[in-house]
């Protein structure tokens, strides 16, 4: 059986890994000269958004057979709004250095499959299909999903981050809501180390052309001064898809739509997709089969970002202050309660 993979991010990795385990040679194309994006960041999977999953570096072990690991377990989250800033503790997730270096997510999932990636090609959906068997669409990206008329747009951002250098704790992740900068989106601070970590933005309706204006803001409010030693931007789209096979041709990762739109949350559901992708083309079975899971999480993720969508700041400073309040905060972050989905359910 012939299979391409476009893309060696995440979820072509986690494809090419499970269709060897399965005896299938893959040919991985990567536009890139290696694998993972230049820009080295820090990005969290959060063990709220995956629930009833316990731990989801667990269950990528258990059910996908991929390990991956973390740079640091994230203990504690501190949120802040407008007005009202408080923290939660406990087994919240995990931080993941995402790039090229030798422990990002990228370098490890790399290590662990045979097929050597062909770099510096920019794939064409369109002829592949003609000449594979199957196509696994991992490039990250909206365009060919919307070409084939399987893609709505739901949350569309700009981000702007930074390298900072400071004095951090590696097992705490800071967020902030405040639509003076963000809009309806966020902001957060993931530590690579107890000196420097990573400073993101992520901004609603936003564009290159305005970023920096929001990024200039974001730093004034919040009275920051580390020193920042790498700068950068780039549009981070989250879209609903269905379905998410047409012909020969799945789409797995960002592609698929499996970026989550309340937090822009992705890794997780990049690996699993990718996972499932090859286990539909090696079984013969229908790829939508394996995706409940993961299209609840984005059906939810979905509706409560609508909710957000219409936040104002005091709606923000209500919302931290419920999530952070004592009580609350136990049963929303130290049960295996999925809080996201009765939410979506009420709402
Ligand atoms: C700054 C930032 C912070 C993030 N933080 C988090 C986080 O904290 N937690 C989280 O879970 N997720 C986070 N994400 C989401 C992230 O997108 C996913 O974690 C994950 O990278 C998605 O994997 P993917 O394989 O779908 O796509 P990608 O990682 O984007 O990989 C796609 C690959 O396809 C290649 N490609 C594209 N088109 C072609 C072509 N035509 N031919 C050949 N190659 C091609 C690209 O070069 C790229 O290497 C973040 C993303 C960004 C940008």
Redesign the pocket.
């Known amino acids: 059986m012939r299979v391409a993979i476009?893309?060696?991010?995440?979820?072509?990795l986690s494809c090419a890994h499970e269709l060897e385990r399965h005896g299938v040679k893959p040919d991985i194309?990567?536009?890139?000269p290696r694998?993972g994006?230049i820009?080295s960041?820090v990005?969290?999977?959060l063990q709220l958004m995956n629930r009833p999953i316990k731990d989801p570096v667990e269950e990528i072990k258990e059910s996908c057979h991929i390990s991956i690991k973390p740079l640091n377990l994230l203990k504690k989250v501190i949120m802040h709004a407008s007005r009202v800033s408080g923290s939660v503790s406990g087994n919240l997730g995990y931080l993941f250095e995402?790039g090229q270096a030798e422990k990002s997510v990228e370098s490890q999932l790399l290590a662990q499959i045979k097929t050597p990636v062909q770099y510096n090609?920019?794939?064409d959906y369109a002829v592949l299909s003609k000449e594979y068997d199957y196509v696994v669409v991992?490039?990250?990206?909206y365009d060919i999903a919307k070409i084939l008329g399987c893609w709505e747009d739901i949350f569309k951002t700009w981000?702007m981050?930074a390298t900072v250098l400071g004095s951090f704790d590696r097992n705490t992740m800071n967020m902030w809501l405040n639509t003076e900068y963000a809009g309806n989106g966020y902001a957060y601070l993931?530590p690579f180390n107890h000196r420097s970590a990573s400073l993101?933005l992520v901004v609603q309706n936003a564009d290159r052309k305005n970023i920096a204006h929001y990024w200039k803001k974001f730093w004034q409010v919040e009275n920051f001064t580390y020193e920042v030693t790498a700068l950068w931007d780039?549009e981070?789209v989250s879209g609903f898809v269905y379905p998410h096979q047409v012909g020969n041709i799945l789409f797995?990762?960002?592609?698929g739509g499996f970026?989550e739109a309340l937090l822009?949350?992705?890794?997780?559901g990049?690996v699993r997709s990718g996972v499932f992708a090859a286990r539909s083309i090696v079984e013969g079975r229908n790829y939508e089969d394996f995706l409940a899971h993961l299209k609840e999480n984005i059906m939810a993720s979905i509706k409560l970002r609508k909710v957000l969508n219409r936040f104002t700041n005091r709606d923000y400073d209500h919302l931290i202050a419920l999530l952070t309040t004592p009580g609350i905060k136990q049963f929303v972050y130290n049960t295996n309660l999925d809080v996201i989905k009765y939410l979506a359910r009420i709402i």
């Open positions: 476009i893309g060696a991010g995440p979820g072509g194309f990567e536009q890139r694998t994006d820009i960041h990005g969290a999977v995402r090609i920019r794939a991992a490039t990250g990206a981000l981050g993931a993101v780039l981070h797995v990762g960002n592609a970026l822009g949350f992705a890794l997780f990049a």
